[in-house]
T-cell receptor, first 114, second 115 residues
Framework: AQSVTQPDIHITVSEGASLELRCNYS??????LFWYVQSPGQGLQLLLK??????LVQGIKGFEAEFKRSQSSFNLRKPSVHWSDAAEYFC????????????FGAGTRLFVKA | EAGVVQSPRYKIIEKKQPVAFWCNPI?????LYWYRQNLGQGPELLIR????????DSQLPKDRFSAERLKGVDSTLKIQPAELGDSAVYLC?????????????FGPGTRLTVL
């Protein structure tokens, strides 16, 4: 069965420091991978997605993610965190052909300290 | 451009009572999704519509949940009767199409508390 694991329930990072959020997936075929961010009281917003090609994907708000097939990982990174990045981050994998279903991880809550 | 609109934002009800949530997707978006997000979890798909047709409702508890998307625009999700375990955030999302390349845009959700 397809699944997404985010090993860290929460992470605290100092403002200006670098960030890496981990995501591991289990899927038998070529995965379609996503990272979403959810701020308090807001809906989810797509940060970036990977379908094929270059394994380093650039997204919005200065985020990037790297797909590593050998490690079944799709980690999210940002070189310098801002206080406004504090939110919940969800990794997701899409399965199916034609109409697809998105499977979300449990999320990682990011705290940013001054 | 207006985003996905959901109402109400919050709802508190007693168990066994009915409840309904409303969603208005982004104009022109043919695909509409309802998700449930339990506390500390990611969203889980309940039902997906292509225009007015429900094309994936495999995760919808059909004994108590129902949904409709008349005229292929806005949608209503209903629970009758509600149970304590239904307390969650119900998210609506929409996309232009149903392919991998079609970005899903999420509404702010309705937070349901069942007492």
């Amino acid at each position: 069965a397809q699944s997404v694991t985010q090993p860290d329930i929460h992470i605290t990072v100092s403002e200006g420091a670098s960030l890496e959020l981990r995501c591991n997936y289990s899927y038998g075929a070529t995965p379609y991978l996503f990272w979403y961010v959810q701020s308090p009281g807001q809906g989810l917003q797509l940060l970036l997605k990977y379908f094929s090609g270059d394994t380093l994907v650039q997204g919005i708000k200065g985020f990037e993610a790297e797909f590593k097939r050998s490690q079944s990982s799709f980690n999210l990174r940002k070189p310098s965190v801002h206080w406004s990045d504090a939110a919940e981050y969800f990794c997701a994998v899409a399965k199916g052909t034609g109409g697809f279903k998105t499977i979300f991880g449990a999320g990682t809550r990011l705290f940013v300290k001054a | 451009e207006a985003g996905v609109v959901q109402s109400p934002r919050y709802k508190i009800i007693e168990k066994k009572q009915p409840v309904a949530f409303w969603c208005n997707p982004i104009s022109g978006h043919n695909t509409l999704y309802w998700y449930r997000q339990n506390l500390g979890q990611g969203p889980e798909l309940l039902i997906r519509y292509e225009n007015e047709e429900a094309v994936d409702d495999s995760q919808l508890p059909k004994d108590r949940f129902s949904a409709e998307r008349l005229k292929g625009v806005d949608s209503t999700l209903k629970i009758q009767p509600a149970e304590l375990g239904d307390s969650a955030v119900y998210l609506c999302a929409s996309s232009l199409g149903q392919g991998f390349a079609d970005t899903q845009y999420f509404g702010p959700g309705t937070r349901l508390t069942v007492l």
